[in-house]
């Protein structure tokens, strides 16, 4: 609800997105629309509502931003506790009055060039783009085609929407591009460090790729190859964490990946109904989620430590 009027989510998420890029501009903060609205934009997915707002928000400001948000009453999501997965690179800001969130980047999975390099290299890109009746602030095709590429690349398992929209980029976005922008996508990519990252997809763009970076030479890539190759699958997801823990530590963290607190387990899946019943059930369920990925979590550290970024998500044979 905001001023004592109920918002339809349908008419709230545009709204969400016009104002985080205004409370952004009013604290002298630059900030860009990301994801949905941009890929609408650019022919990159058919239209269709966003579930919330996603802004990319320069590094240098990102603290005063969130201050300027927490101002008109937005705040962070809580998360579960202890040292399972969490998102570095955003923050999921909710507010009591309002039926969706603003999620603030500071920056972008896949991007592995400085966070603020990034921002100013898609920033000198920007184009406009209304919501709302406000012009707002957009990356150009090139950046909202690395995002999507990236964005369904590193979550297809957490929706199968993902996997679809990864899979459209290379039947129907690609094979509509001219040279010239595809040339434009492969140089920015190599400008923000996503000519690994992204190279699944980019190597459908028929344009010359550097030689993929070997495995040992830069530990984000090297995390980014096994989370691809296990699909976002969360056990993939709490290899890194456990591998970093003392061995003397390992059993208890262990113990606490597969089977973690109610209240931990709420944080997570807030949609779980009441009682110790449900919550058990659904512990359950995530359990036989996570021995059922394991065999290809597992082959996909394989791919990462040979230096390859799995393709197979693209593969006919796959789907």
Not at 81 to 86: D, H, L, M, S, T
Not at 139 to 148: Q, S, Y
Not at 277 to 306: D, E, I, N, Q, Y
Not at 310 to 318: I, K, P, Y
Request: with cysteine; hydrophobic share 45%.
């Amino acid at each position: 609800m905001t001023d004592g009027v109920a918002l339809l989510v349908a008419d709230a998420v545009p709204i969400a997105h016009a104002l985080a890029i205004d409370v952004a501009r009013r604290a002298g903060v630059r900030a860009l629309v990301v994801k949905g609205p941009s890929a609408s934009l650019h022919g990159l997915r058919p239209e269709r509502l966003s579930a919330d707002a996603d802004v990319l928000i320069s590094p240098d400001g990102f603290e005063e931003y969130l201050q300027a948000l927490g101002r008109c009453g937005w705040y962070e999501r809580p998360t579960a506790e202890g040292p399972g997965p969490k998102a570095s690179h955003s923050i999921t800001l909710i507010h009591d009055g309002w039926p969706c969130d603003i999620d603030a980047h500071v920056q972008f999975p896949g991007f592995l060039a400085p966070a603020q390099a990034v921002f100013d290299e898609l920033w000198t890109r920007r184009e406009p783009l209304v919501l709302a009746g406000i012009e707002l602030d957009t990356v150009d095709r090139a950046g909202a085609f690395l995002v999507a590429a990236l964005h369904a690349l590193r979550t297809p398992a957490q929706t199968a929407r993902h996997e679809a929209e990864v899979r459209g980029l290379v039947s129907r976005v690609i094979p509509s591009t001219d040279a010239a922008t595809r040339a434009d996508v492969v140089a920015l990519a190599l400008d923000v460090g996503a000519i690994d990252t992204a190279r699944p997809v980019l190597a459908r763009l028929d344009v010359s790729l550097p030689e993929p970076t070997p495995h040992g030479r830069d530990a984000a890539l090297d995390a980014w190859r096994a989370r691809v190759g296990g699909r976002g699958e969360i056990l993939a997801q709490w290899f890194p964490i456990v591998s970093r823990t003392r061995w003397r530590d390992r059993p208890a963290l262990v113990a606490r990946m597969v089977w973690p607190t109610d209240a931990s387990f709420r944080k997570s899946h807030p949609e779980t109904p009441p009682g110790r019943v449900a919550a058990a059930r659904g512990r359950l369920m995530r359990v036989g989620r996570g021995f059922r990925a394991a065999p290809r979590v597992l082959w996909g550290r394989v791919l990462a430590r040979r230096g390859v970024t799995d393709d197979s998500l693209l593969n006919e044979d796959s789907q």
